[in-house]
Nanobody, 123 residues
Framework: QVQLVESGGGLVQAGGSRRLSCAAS????????VGWFRQAPGKEREFVAA???????YYADSVKGRFTISRDNAKNTVYLQMNSLKPEDTAVYYC?????????????????WGQGTQVTVSS
C-alpha cells in the first residue's frame, strides 16, 4: 500500500513561483507513474502533469512551459515546480500514483491519492 503526502501549498502572488512535493511511502517508487491533478472550487479535478516510470513527462496545455514535474526516486519524492502562476491556477493540488502504465492523464487509472494541498494565487 502506497501512501502519498503532498506539501508546499500556500498563498502566492500572481507571477510568483511555488514548489509542491509529493512524498511516497510503502512502495518501490521508481516503478510508479506519478501524476499531479488539481481541483478548483466548483470544477472537476483535472490533469496537470505526470512523470512516468520510464522518465517521460507530460503536461496539460494550460501549464506547459510554466510547470515542471521532476522526481527523486532515492527520496521517493515527486516535485511540481510552478512558475508564472496565475489566479486561475488556484486549486487544491493532488498527487496520485500507479504502477507503470501508459495512460497518465486520466484520474481513473491511478490507484493511490494524496490528501491534497491548497495553492491560492492572488491577483
Amino acid at each position: 500500500q502506497v501512501q502519498l503526502v503532498e506539501s508546499g501549498g500556500g498563498l502566492v502572488q500572481a507571477g510568483g513561483s511555488r514548489r509542491l512535493s509529493c512524498a511516497a511511502s510503502g512502495g518501490s517508487f521508481s516503478i510508479y507513474t506519478v501524476g499531479w491533478f488539481r481541483q478548483a472550487p466548483g470544477k472537476e479535478r483535472e490533469f496537470v502533469a505526470a512523470s512516468r516510470s520510464d522518465g517521460n513527462t507530460y503536461y496539460a496545455d494550460s501549464v506547459k512551459g510554466r510547470f515542471t514535474i521532476s522526481r527523486d526516486n532515492a527520496k521517493n519524492t515527486v516535485y511540481l515546480q510552478m512558475n508564472s502562476l496565475k489566479p486561475e491556477d488556484t486549486a487544491v493540488y493532488y498527487c496520485a500514483a500507479r504502477v507503470g502504465g501508459l495512460v497518465v492523464s486520466s484520474l481513473s487509472v491511478y490507484d493511490y491519492w494524496g490528501q491534497g494541498t491548497q495553492v491560492t494565487v492572488s491577483s
